[in-house]
């Protein structure tokens, strides 16, 4: 079992910069693929990134890359989110995921096993 606290979101102006982390319980969290999810009011959920187990390979949804960047520290239980030159259509609740898995790949469409409560990131124009 692997609990997930994450914790960085807030209200931040159009062009800033947040950074959230999130918090796993457990011995093996080196071995979980990592994810950050967002929800829209009104629209459904999506994978923003994920970071697989040893931090060699990574996915960006299109609408986020070079302005996100995930990150772990596996000796903290730790997964990051930078987010940089915000947009008010970054604004969601953020979830943080984990997916037991030691493959190196990363596949958009997998579900994952572990989730978090989310962190409100609102962006104001």
């Known amino acids: 079992q692997v609990q997930l606290v994450e914790s960085g979101g807030g209200l931040v102006q159009a062009g800033g910069s947040l950074r959230l982390s999130c918090a796993a319980s457990?011995?093996?969290?080196?071995?979980?693929?990592m994810a950050w999810f967002r929800q829209a009011p009104g629209k459904e959920r999506e994978l923003v990134t994920a970071i697989s187990w040893g931090g060699a390979n990574t996915y960006y949804v299109d609408s986020v890359k070079g302005r996100f960047t995930i990150s772990r520290d596996n000796a903290k239980n730790t997964v990051y989110l930078q987010m940089k030159s915000l947009k008010p259509e970054d604004t969601a609740v953020y979830y943080c995921?984990?997916?037991?898995?030691?493959?190196?790949?990363?596949?958009?469409?997998?579900?994952?096993?572990?989730w978090g409560q989310g962190t409100q990131v609102t962006v104001s124009s």
């Open positions: 995921a984990a997916k037991n898995t030691r493959v190196t790949f990363i596949n958009p469409r997998w579900e994952y096993d572990y």
């Open positions: 457990g011995r093996t969290f080196s071995s979980y693929t």
